[in-house]
């Protein structure tokens, strides 16, 4: 099947950001249990069956749509359930719980950049056959994926997970009133990426304050993999 195919080209992003967004979501729930919060052992959300995380929109119709269109591929997971009373210390608990999604994405994006690198080197100088072939346009779609995932999921904003960090840090006050933003997740979500780019290109943040480090930081794992191979 060629690369240009819809079907190619769907899977070789969607497989890669179902993996993805599974793990970010497992990673919080980890997080949680280890701080004191059981939640979401308790509803059986520390699997990595992906049909207890798909969000209908989020995981299958957004990501599918972005594929066929050609854009940049993206979604969520239906977030797991953290409880911060029950952690041990609420406070910093939901910062770490917040942070171990991202940093998921990018320890996913160090062993797609291994994996990488070892597949080219396993290929050598040939052209690379069609399994070959897939494996490595996979792994190129994972470490993207698993790169921008942590960057956007740092934007501090609620719901997103740096929205909780700054949650953190503000004082109290302050952070109950920052905390209320998350009750306007989507509105801000399609801000964000549809509304502002919509009024102004220079508004785009994906473009402007995603896109740049999520370049430089896959030119590095690249570099990484090319080092390994």
């Known amino acids: 099947m060629s690369p240009d195919h819809i079907v190619y080209r769907t899977?070789?992003?969607?497989?890669?950001?179902?993996?993805?967004?599974?793990?970010?979501?497992?990673a919080h729930g980890w997080m949680a249990k280890w701080l004191g919060d059981?939640?979401?052992?308790?509803?059986?959300?520390?699997?990595?069956?992906?049909i207890r995380h798909v969000d209908p929109v989020g995981t299958l119709i957004l990501p599918l749509g972005l594929a066929i269109a050609g854009a940049?591929?993206?979604?969520?997971?239906?977030?797991?359930?953290?409880?911060?009373?029950?952690?041990?210390?609420?406070?910093?608990?939901?910062?770490?719980?917040?942070l171990a999604g991202p940093g998921m994405n990018l320890i996913l994006a160090t062993i797609a950049a291994v994996a990488l690198g070892l597949t080219a080197a396993g290929v050598g100088q040939g052209q690379p056959g069609p399994v070959a072939a897939f494996i490595i346009a996979n792994l190129i779609s994972?470490?993207?994926v698993n790169?921008?995932?942590a960057l956007f999921n740092l934007l501090p904003l609620p719901p997103f997970d740096g929205g909780h960090?700054?949650?953190?840090?503000?004082?109290?006050?302050?952070?109950?009133?920052?905390?209320?933003?998350?009750?306007?997740?989507?509105?801000l979500l399609?801000?964000?990426?549809?509304?502002?780019?919509?009024?102004?290109?220079?508004?785009?943040?994906?473009?402007?304050?995603?896109?740049p480090p999520a370049q430089a930081l896959v030119g590095w794992f690249l570099s990484l993999a090319g080092a390994i191979a």
Do not use: C
């Not at 960090?165 to 509105?187: D, K, M, N, T, W």
């Open 11 to 26: 899977a070789v992003w969607i497989i890669p950001l179902i993996i993805a967004i599974v793990f970010h979501e497992v």
């Open 38 to 50: 059981p939640t979401a052992a308790e509803r059986r959300r520390l699997s990595f069956n992906p």
């Open 72 to 98: 940049p591929v993206f979604g969520w997971a239906k977030p797991v359930p953290v409880v911060a009373a029950r952690l041990r210390n609420p406070r910093w608990g939901m910062v770490a719980v917040a």
């Open 142 to 144: 994972f470490l993207w």
């Open 147 to 149: 790169v921008f995932l």
């Open 165 to 187: 960090v700054v949650e953190g840090v503000l004082p109290r006050p302050l952070a109950a009133r920052y905390a209320r933003l998350g009750q306007l997740g989507i509105v």
């Open 190 to 211: 399609l801000g964000l990426l549809v509304v502002l780019p919509m009024i102004s290109p220079r508004l785009d943040v994906v473009q402007h304050l995603i896109a």
